[in-house]
């Protein structure tokens, strides 16, 4: 069977969930090979043959952590040399693409980026894509050589199916653009007990309509009620009223969870872009006309003020 190559994201071992589901839609195409970066092999091994690795590619050299993303595409690169895989997925995080790209730029294949599906096709595998800030459902396969394919966290649900994998240790010969970038220090990112926004099945977004920081405590307690993330639009960040880190947009984080909640949100093309992808879409507005209701699949004409502690409230009755 062919081999398909899967780049793991991982912190020191501890196997990220878009692995697993990059594992999962890899075992559509053939059979799945991971190939880990840096240290923590022993740890990442069992996860990630409990979820069909076959195999396990390890490069714990000091360039992956001293350097940046072009170690990665070295040894990447000239893994696939050696294996002759059928395709190779990454995660579609800011580091996963870069990588992706160069890897297909040195192996004269075609890239595709972003996907939300990934299914085996009589000429490799066919991807479904988002475009134009959604507008567009792309269906496409690469033509040329191994197919590169990053794809979005949640497009599939992570299935395991349980191997013995075998762990192959790997000797790379890093080139001098690999000591181009060093990195001086890492400070891990301050969390709270919420899923990552990039990663979470639920996501509940606080738009203009939440009408101030400190209003947005209501979106945050609807998302732990559901055990979502909190995401904002562009509007509710540029006026300060949540973090950054938590646009979802095209200019923010670009999310695809199985429900998003859309509070106060009217549906801007821009924030259209990050979301539009969700397999559930259900949106709260007291305008009748907010373009969101144009792409929701549940809508509530209402002041979301009134709505969601009602929605809180039966959750919470639910559970109980």
């Given at each position: 069977m062919a081999e398909i190559l899967v780049l793991v994201?991982?912190?020191?071992?501890?196997?990220?969930?878009?692995?697993?589901e990059l594992l999962t839609l890899a075992r559509r195409l053939g059979e799945p090979s991971?190939?880990?970066?840096?240290?923590?092999?022993?740890?990442?091994?069992?996860?990630?043959?409990?979820?069909?690795?076959?195999?396990?590619?390890?490069?714990?050299?000091?360039?992956?952590?001293?350097?940046?993303?072009?170690?990665?595409?070295?040894?990447?690169?000239?893994?696939?040399?050696?294996?002759?895989?059928?395709?190779?997925?990454?995660?579609?995080?800011?580091?996963?693409?870069?990588?992706?790209?160069?890897?297909?730029?040195?192996?004269?294949?075609?890239?595709?980026?972003?996907?939300v599906d990934v299914t085996a096709g009589p000429d490799g595998p066919v991807t479904e894509q988002s475009a134009f800030a959604a507008t567009h459902q792309v269906t496409a396969h690469v033509t040329r050589d191994v197919p590169v394919i990053t794809v979005k966290p949640n497009a599939a649900a992570p299935e395991p199916a349980p191997t013995d994998p075998v762990v192959e240790k790997q000797d790379i010969a890093f080139?001098?653009?690999s000591a181009g970038v060093r990195v001086l220090s890492r400070t891990p990112r301050e969390r709270g007990d919420r899923p990552e926004l990039t990663e979470a099945d639920i996501v509940v977004s606080g738009g203009r309509g939440v009408n101030g920081?400190?209003?947005?405590?209501?979106?945050?307690?609807?998302?732990?009620?559901?055990?979502?993330?909190?995401?904002?639009?562009?509007?509710?960040?540029?006026?300060?009223?949540?973090?950054h880190s938590h646009q979802v947009g095209q200019t923010g984080t670009q999310v695809s969870p199985q429900l998003y909640l859309a509070a106060g949100i009217s549906g801007a093309i821009q924030h259209r872009a990050g979301m539009q992808t969700s397999r559930t879409i259900v949106a709260v507005n007291k305008d009748p006309d907010a373009p969101i209701f144009e792409l929701a699949d549940h809508g509530v004409v209402g002041d979301l003020f009134a709505v969601l502690p009602q929605l809180v409230e039966e959750i919470e009755r639910r559970r109980s």
């Open positions: 994201d991982h912190v020191d071992g501890a196997v990220r969930k878009p692995t697993l991971a190939v880990l970066l840096g240290p923590g092999a022993d740890a990442a091994t069992e996860a990630l043959g409990r979820y069909g690795a076959q195999k396990i590619y390890v490069v714990d050299a000091p360039e992956i952590d001293e350097y940046l993303v072009t170690p990665a595409v070295d040894a990447l690169t000239q893994i696939a040399e050696r294996t002759g895989p059928a395709a190779i997925l990454l995660p579609s995080g800011p580091d996963g693409k870069e990588i992706a790209a160069r890897v297909a730029l040195r192996l004269g294949s075609g890239l595709i980026t972003d996907a080139g001098p653009a920081a400190e209003n947005f405590a209501l979106v945050e307690r609807v998302a732990d009620a559901l055990g979502g993330a909190v995401g904002a639009s562009r509007a509710a960040v540029d006026a300060g009223w949540y973090p």
